[in-house]
């Protein structure tokens, strides 16, 4: 199983401000969907409830199932099929590998994504070049143990206030 994190960033390492992002950029939502279609998405609790789900609707990310890491996965309020809790990343790992998934997605916050990185085989990073307040921070890939594969510069336009690139990065082996 390949493990894929997907994570937009600022310049200076900002992921989030008061549990959302900091910045709108359309395009970068397309290339989210796009890249996690169709396949199983690990995220945290609060990442989760960044989406607002409701109980009409527990998936705000529809074809896709959603594995949520709770400290509490006997109450979560919105398991279905779609939304599953998991009481950790390991057991979110664990469960993805058993189900024969082709490619986990690893979709944040932070200490999703830290407990991930070790395990994580292919990283797609959406770098916003600007200036942002955040309180949620995460550092740069060490450029030794990963290998820029493609990356696409999008300027800032009427729909987009900030300029953007996409990366594509796998890990040295």
Known sequence: ??????????DDGVIGFNNQLPWHLPDDLRFFVRQTRGKMILMGNG???SLEPTPEKPNPLPGRKLLVVTGRPGEFPYENDEVVPVGSVQEGLAMAEALDEEELMVAGGHSVFMEAWPFADRLLLTRVHGDFEGDTFISDPDPNKWKVMSSEYHPADERHSHPFTTMELLRVR
Do not use: D, E, G, R
């Open 1 to 10: 199983m390949q493990i894929t994190m997907i994570m937009v960033a600022s």
């Open 47 to 49: 990442t989760y409830k």
